[in-house]
């Protein structure tokens, strides 16, 4: 009896047998378009196989691999999707971290306090309507934007501090036409791409600290700044029906 081994998802040369390509790791080798091309190839091969092949319990074994590769690919691609959904996240949180120290020059420069309650509860305020509109839980979006708004207050009072021993001439970015429109834009992004993770994965999980953590590289960020905003961003999840009808009536 003909021995029939798994197909394996690789890089085929057309004169070979499906069944004799050495073992890839699935998730590798779909990191480029070029290699999904290189899958369908594969398949291609596998199908030529199956109508060249007069016994049926070989042509139904080689159908079944093909179903279990295509599945074992599109379980790779949804996770391969929701990881980069969370690098973008916390790159667009950095980002947003990282025009700080310009809001603290600007605002030494024209004696304005770092402190701006009324602006911190727009903010919020926003924040909390895009997250219904998504269908995000507000009380969590609402912890995590002050949890920013505290991690960002933080590095203005620590970069406003050096200045007293360091002046700069350097001429900050302009708060009202620049930055500020770059905030509101950011923090749309990041509550888009919370939502995404979050209906696409579930709750962010604790195994992505270090990776947040490598990716929040601003200075004046403490350790204790980077856990604050990522037990925040740990708690968000999905509006329930009741908090739902709450926030509607």
Known sequence: MQQILPIQVVNCQADQSILRCPTHNVKDRLASSNNLFM???TFELALVKTRQSANPSFRRTIVKNIMLSLFLISIFSLQASAENISKELFKAMNE????MEDVALFKANHHRPIE?????KLVIKKAVITARSLGIEATQIENFFQAQ???AKAIQYRYRADLLSKPTTRKPKDLQKFVRPEL???GETIINKIA????SEGQFQPTQFSEFSEIIDVKYVS???KRLLFDALLKIKLQTKKS????NS
């Open 223 to 225: 350790q204790s700044d």
């Open 149 to 151: 708004i505290a991690v």
């Open 196 to 199: 995404a993770r979050i209906k």
């Open 116 to 120: 701006d309650i009324e602006r911190e």
């Open 184 to 186: 509101v834009q950011l």
């Open 96 to 99: 947003r971290l990282s025009y």
């Open 39 to 41: 899958v369908l190839q």
């Open 244 to 247: 739902a009808v709450r926030s």
